[in-house]
């Protein structure tokens, strides 16, 4: 557990009160690869602590617009360490209390059993199928999947295939929907899909740097209970047991 991570932990957890402490309403602005995985969390958090939780999603460079003109998030939970570092920076975020609460995994995933079976020769290929990626000026998954294209030396000649997603949401829409043939999304969102399994490919980490996905106390909440529980639930063992379970990391790496 890096040190960054402990101390806004302590922090937390020493400033959700007792357990007198009034049901509260609140509001928070996640990540789209997220979602399914919320979800989940949130159900606990409620069953647990009575508190009432209510999620917009998007993707994290849109949510981080909406902060700053004003939207009255007061938890943001990133699919990168950026955005969230930059609200601490403006002053739109508590000091001390962003941490890595995930990191993601990219993957390429089809829904057809076959597509992916030699995925270099897939991406390399010169067909008319097309290829989702997220925004990479919005979607931090849209980044490591150019990350990952720059590193295989396809960033031009796949050009002309790639389809992009306003969200990762939508990127993996665009396959699950055949209007793409395969995509580069969250291994999260794969093991979410009630479909056919398809064929995928877990990118090698290498390809990319890793997907810090950072949560931070808003001001906006800096005097919620319920959102300073919030962010101590998403350090604790049975969160962590569930973000692990949908295919995320969920140990702490050192901030950089």
Avoid: C
């Amino acid at each position: 557990m890096s040190r960054t991570f402990r101390a806004a932990l302590l922090i937390l957890l020493a400033s959700t009160g007792s357990a007198t402490v009034s049901a509260a309403d609140l509001l928070i602005a996640v990540a789209a690869n997220f979602t399914d995985t919320a979800g989940k969390l949130v159900a606990q958090f409620e069953a647990s602590s009575g508190h009432r939780v209510r999620a917009s999603f998007g993707s994290t460079g849109k949510l981080y617009a909406q902060i700053r003109h004003g939207a009255p998030f007061e938890v943001f939970m990133a699919a990168d360490s950026e955005h969230p570092r930059l609200l601490e920076a403006e002053g739109r975020g508590v000091a001390t209390t962003r941490f890595t609460y995930a990191t993601g995994k990219l993957v390429l995933w089809s829904r057809n059993a076959d597509t992916l079976a030699d995925p270099l020769a897939y991406l390399t290929a010169s067909g008319p199928d097309r290829v989702a990626i997220g925004n990479p000026k919005t979607a931090p998954y849209g980044i490591a999947a150019m990350e990952t294209l720059a590193a295989l030396g396809l960033t031009g000649p796949i050009s002309k295939r790639l389809v992009r997603g306003d969200s990762i949401a939508q990127t993996f829409q665009f396959v699950a929907t055949g209007n793409a043939d395969a995509g580069f999304v969250a291994l999260a969102q794969v093991r979410a899909w009630q479909g056919e399994p398809g064929s995928l490919w877990l990118v090698p980490q290498e390809l990319y740097r890793p997907i810090r996905q950072q949560a931070i106390l808003l001001h906006k909440g800096a005097d919620n209970p319920a959102a300073r529980a919030w962010l101590a639930f998403l350090a604790s063992p049975p969160a962590r047991a569930i973000i692990a379970k949908d295919g995320y990391d969920s140990g702490q790496i050192a901030e950089p």
